[in-house]
């Protein structure tokens, strides 16, 4: 059954301290074995046993692999195993235990030669890596700013999903980066590039530590043979986020005995954009043949509506392992959907029933709003601020602080007052051959009159005064500027902040930053956003009272963790929980994405519908549900939302729909 050692004597309780469907899984034959997991279903108390069982069975402790996806999570459960197995002599402290990365990072350590380095390789953090990506880009006489060639981080983004993939270069960039494909060759060479200064460098990055290892493992026979018999036993937490490197180094180490556990859920599989194979649970029976399948179906979360409603929603996936979640405890409140006349009115609904909730004794931070998107947190962050509520934004920086919002903001400001020295500053270098001097040169001539922003400024008077690298970026960047300013006269600043992204600054995303989509749905909703306002000051001033009210209310101000309200996209919230949950803008090309909607095959959809059972099954006690009817499209118009197909797949059961007045 087991490789055994020096057996201990068995303390531990397993029938008293586990159910029945975990307690299988602990006890179980060796083997590779299957354990779908489901929310709130006690997964890491049951890697954690199972880890003490094998101890107490007289498993060597150093045959022991635990792989997880953060180091506090594999340091927290062998801490665990120490106080389930104290007479073990220290046997948490002798499994081997943490991150794919660290793991790898060990025994190449000890392998290092046998795939080009040394032993004592430097291993480069994200930082590092995006300088030495823009060196070798800069090393091969590539301008990003000028062609629009991605840079050093978009790059970095690139590659790390063609490895943990494992696709081709060509192929992800044209499915995830159609609009680099004219740079193929230039990108090639770069990536070239990359790798042979890693090596010149004795440096790895954060892939490199997989790639190496699963290299390691698939090319050097004795190398793998020696592992697998090290590690007798092998067990893999969150299995469902396991890309498709991950997932081949793992089949090589359990090659030899077959003594695998992965532990997951595949209703939970939401990582697709950052490279994770939800393919890799969902056929582990047909790769592993004799594999037992266990589920843990008692949910100790959440109560028997919420789970209702989670259970009538997942059912429609047509490719996953059924399961029903079944809880143990008391009936709660039937979760609540609420359809709200627009946005603005979803925001006030949301904060309004949080003042309710709050005053009947539920802590501001067992609240949370879970969303698809950041930029559907804009308004909600707006009320917050406005009532003096505190909150803490899980899904990135608040809203107005972020880098896109500032940069477009920048220019409105110089078309309304073109004495803001600091905007000039800012969209200045955001251009090709602007850095800070030039700048600061160009901001002195507008300050001392030579440049007069109310009069042309591209003719060749004006160019022949900038400096010359920077006067075609100078003669986009003024043209933008006149241009803004005619339309300030006529339109208002929703259509500003769409000419500006239209005269260059989406292609600046594009090479710039690997989230460029989200960040121009962002742009997107601050021009519906600014359209409220005849006039661009008037916007600008409502920002700018909005960002002082949200520097003095931030958290750390204004009370500990558990007095903020919780914002969070639903990816940050998996592994989380919370008292009362509101899932905002349930609306079809919201939630689920039109992105995801226009994807061909279904898996898109598919995976957009775990992320709402994801989002659900975060609620201990209460939920609601909120979209608005009305909202404006990128074309300005205000159109009628239609529910999220989630909602409509539910057919009117597991909540009760609710009219937004009758909270008011």
Same mark, same amino acid.
């Given at each position: 059954?087991?490789?055994?050692g020096?057996?201990t004597?068995?303390?531990?309780n397993y029938?008293?301290?586990?159910n029945e469907q975990q307690?299988?899984?602990?006890?179980?034959?060796g083997g590779?074995?299957?354990?779908?997991?489901?929310?709130?279903?006690?997964k890491?108390?049951v890697?954690?046993y199972r880890v003490?069982?094998?101890?107490?069975?007289?498993?060597?402790?150093?045959g022991?692999?635990?792989?997880?996806?953060?180091?506090?999570?594999?340091?927290?459960?062998?801490?665990?195993?120490?106080?389930?197995?104290?007479?073990?002599?220290?046997?948490?402290?002798?499994?081997?235990?943490?991150?794919f990365?660290h793991?790898?990072?060990?025994i190449?350590?000890r392998h290092?030669?046998?795939?080009?380095?040394?032993?004592?390789?430097?291993?480069?953090?994200?930082?590092?890596?995006?300088?030495?990506?823009s060196a070798c880009i800069?090393?091969?006489?590539?301008?990003?700013?000028?062609s629009?060639?991605?840079k050093?981080?978009?790059?970095?983004?690139?590659?790390?999903?063609a490895?943990?993939t494992r696709?081709?270069?060509?192929?992800?960039?044209?499915? %995830?980066?159609?609009?680099?494909?004219?740079? !193929?060759?230039?990108?090639?060479? &770069?990536?070239? =590039? *990359?790798?042979?200064? $890693?090596?010149?460098?004795?440096?790895m990055?954060?892939?490199?530590?997989l790639?190496y290892?699963e290299?390691?493992?698939?090319?050097h026979?004795?190398?793998?043979?020696?592992y697998?018999?090290?590690?007798?036993?092998?067990?893999?937490?969150?299995?469902?986020?396991?890309?498709?490197?991950q997932?081949?180094?793992?089949?090589?180490?359990?090659?030899?005995?077959?003594?695998?556990m992965?532990?997951g859920?595949?209703?939970?599989?939401?990582?697709?954009?950052?490279?994770?194979?939800?393919?890799?649970?969902?056929?582990f029976p047909?790769?592993?043949?004799?594999?037992?399948?266990?589920?843990?179906?008692?949910?100790? %979360?959440?109560?028997?509506?919420i789970?209702? !409603?989670?259970?009538?929603?997942? &059912?429609?996936? =047509? *490719?996953?392992?059924? $399961?029903?979640?079944?809880?143990?405890?008391?009936?709660?409140?039937?979760?609540?959907l609420?359809?709200?006349?627009?946005?603005?009115?979803?925001?006030?609904?949301?904060v309004q029933?949080?003042?309710?909730?709050?005053?009947?004794g539920v802590?501001?931070?067992?609240?949370?709003?879970?969303?698809?998107?950041?930029?559907?947190?804009?308004?909600l962050?707006m009320?917050?601020?406005?009532?003096?509520?505190?909150?803490?934004?899980?899904?990135g920086?608040?809203?107005?602080?972020?880098?896109?919002?500032?940069d477009?903001s920048?220019?409105?400001?110089?078309a309304?007052?073109?004495?803001d020295?600091?905007?000039?500053k %800012?969209?200045?270098?955001?251009?090709?051959?602007?850095?800070k001097?030039?700048?600061?040169?160009i901001?002195?001539?507008?300050?001392?009159?030579i440049?007069?922003?109310?009069?042309?400024?591209?003719?060749q008077?004006v160019?022949a005064?900038?400096?010359?690298?920077a006067?075609?970026?100078?003669?986009?960047?003024s043209?933008?500027?006149?241009?803004?300013?005619e339309i300030?006269?006529?339109?208002?600043?929703?259509e500003?902040?769409?000419?500006?992204m239209?005269t260059?600054?989406?292609?600046?995303?594009?090479?710039?930053?690997p989230?460029?989509?989200?960040?121009?749905?962002?742009?997107?909703q601050?021009?519906a956003?600014?359209?409220?306002?005849?006039?661009c000051?008037?916007f600008?001033s409502?920002l700018a009272?909005?960002?002082s009210?949200?520097?003095?209310?931030?958290?750390?101000?204004?009370?500990?963790g558990n007095?903020?309200?919780?914002?969070?996209?639903?990816?940050?919230?998996?592994?989380?929980?919370?008292?009362?949950v509101?899932?905002?803008?349930?609306?079809?090309?919201?939630?689920?994405?039109?992105?995801?909607?226009?994807?061909?095959?279904?898996?898109?959809?598919?995976?957009?519908?775990?992320?709402?059972?994801?989002?659900?099954?975060?609620?201990?006690?209460e939920?609601?549900?909120c979209?608005?009817?009305?909202?404006?499209?990128?074309?300005r118009r205000e159109m009628?939302?239609?529910?999220?197909?989630?909602i409509?797949?539910?057919?009117?059961?597991?909540?009760?729909?609710?009219?937004?007045?009758?909270?008011y």
């Amino acid at each position: 059954m087991f490789t055994t050692g020096v057996k201990t004597r068995f303390s531990l309780n397993y029938d008293g301290e586990l159910n029945e469907q975990q307690l299988a899984v602990v006890k179980a034959a060796g083997g590779p074995i299957l354990v779908i997991a489901g929310a709130g279903s006690g997964k890491t108390r049951v890697v954690t046993y199972r880890v003490a069982y094998l101890i107490e069975s007289g498993v060597d402790p150093s045959g022991i692999l635990l792989l997880t996806f953060t180091n506090k999570a594999a340091k927290e459960m062998l801490h665990r195993v120490e106080m389930l197995v104290p007479n073990a002599g220290g046997a948490g402290g002798r499994v081997w235990g943490g991150t794919f990365h660290h793991i790898g990072n060990r025994i190449l350590r000890r392998h290092a030669p046998l795939v080009g380095y040394q032993p004592n390789y430097s291993i480069l953090d994200q930082d590092d890596a995006r300088k030495l990506m823009s060196a070798c880009i800069s090393d091969l006489k590539i301008n990003p700013k000028k062609s629009g060639f991605p840079k050093g981080e978009v790059l970095g983004n690139l590659l790390s999903l063609a490895l943990n993939t494992r696709k081709p270069i060509d192929e992800v960039v044209l499915d %995830r980066y159609p609009f680099f494909q004219d740079f !193929l060759n230039d990108i090639r060479r &770069v990536v070239e =590039r *990359y790798k042979s200064r $890693k090596c010149q460098l004795n440096a790895m990055d954060f892939d490199d530590l997989l790639f190496y290892w699963e290299t390691l493992l698939r090319e050097h026979p004795e190398v793998r043979t020696r592992y697998g018999q090290q590690f007798r036993h092998i067990l893999v937490d969150e299995y469902q986020d396991t890309n498709r490197l991950q997932a081949d180094i793992l089949d090589l180490l359990a090659m030899g005995h077959g003594n695998i556990m992965v532990v997951g859920d595949d209703s939970q599989s939401i990582y697709s954009f950052r490279g994770a194979n939800f393919a890799n649970i969902l056929t582990f029976p047909e790769r592993y043949t004799a594999a037992q399948v266990f589920k843990l179906e008692i949910n100790y %979360r959440s109560t028997p509506q919420i789970l209702h !409603l989670a259970n009538l929603s997942i &059912v429609h996936n =047509r *490719y996953q392992f059924p $399961k029903e979640l079944q809880t143990v405890r008391s009936k709660g409140p039937t979760p609540s959907l609420i359809p709200v006349q627009d946005v603005m009115e979803q925001a006030s609904f949301v904060v309004q029933k949080m003042e309710e909730i709050h005053k009947q004794g539920v802590p501001l931070g067992q609240m949370a709003v879970l969303y698809r998107a950041h930029y559907h947190s804009m308004e909600l962050q707006m009320e917050l601020t406005r009532r003096g509520i505190p909150y803490e934004v899980r899904s990135g920086l608040r809203f107005f602080e972020q880098a896109h919002i500032k940069d477009v903001s920048a220019y409105l400001k110089i078309a309304c007052n073109p004495l803001d020295e600091l905007a000039w500053k %800012r969209a200045l270098q955001l251009y090709p051959r602007v850095g800070k001097s030039t700048a600061d040169k160009i901001w002195q001539m507008v300050f001392s009159g030579i440049l007069n922003p109310k009069m042309p400024m591209d003719g060749q008077e004006v160019l022949a005064k900038i400096p010359a690298p920077a006067r075609e970026s100078w003669r986009l960047f003024s043209r933008t500027i006149s241009r803004l300013q005619e339309i300030e006269k006529t339109s208002g600043p929703g259509e500003m902040i769409e000419l500006v992204m239209k005269t260059g600054y989406e292609t600046f995303l594009q090479s710039k930053y690997p989230d460029y989509e989200s960040r121009m749905d962002d742009l997107g909703q601050l021009a519906a956003f600014a359209r409220r306002y005849s006039s661009c000051q008037d916007f600008l001033s409502e920002l700018a009272l909005l960002t002082s009210l949200e520097e003095e209310s931030a958290p750390g101000r204004r009370g500990d963790g558990n007095e903020s309200v919780k914002l969070s996209s639903v990816h940050q919230a998996k592994g989380l929980e919370w008292s009362v949950v509101f899932i905002i803008w349930l609306a079809e090309g919201r939630f689920p994405s039109m992105r995801s909607l226009a994807e061909s095959g279904g898996e898109a959809e598919e995976e957009e519908r775990r992320l709402f059972y994801v989002a659900v099954t975060r609620a201990r006690d209460e939920l609601f549900l909120c979209y608005p009817r009305f909202a404006p499209d990128r074309g300005r118009r205000e159109m009628f939302q239609q529910p999220s197909r989630f909602i409509a797949e539910l057919s009117g059961v597991g909540y009760e729909r609710l009219d937004s007045e009758d909270f008011y």
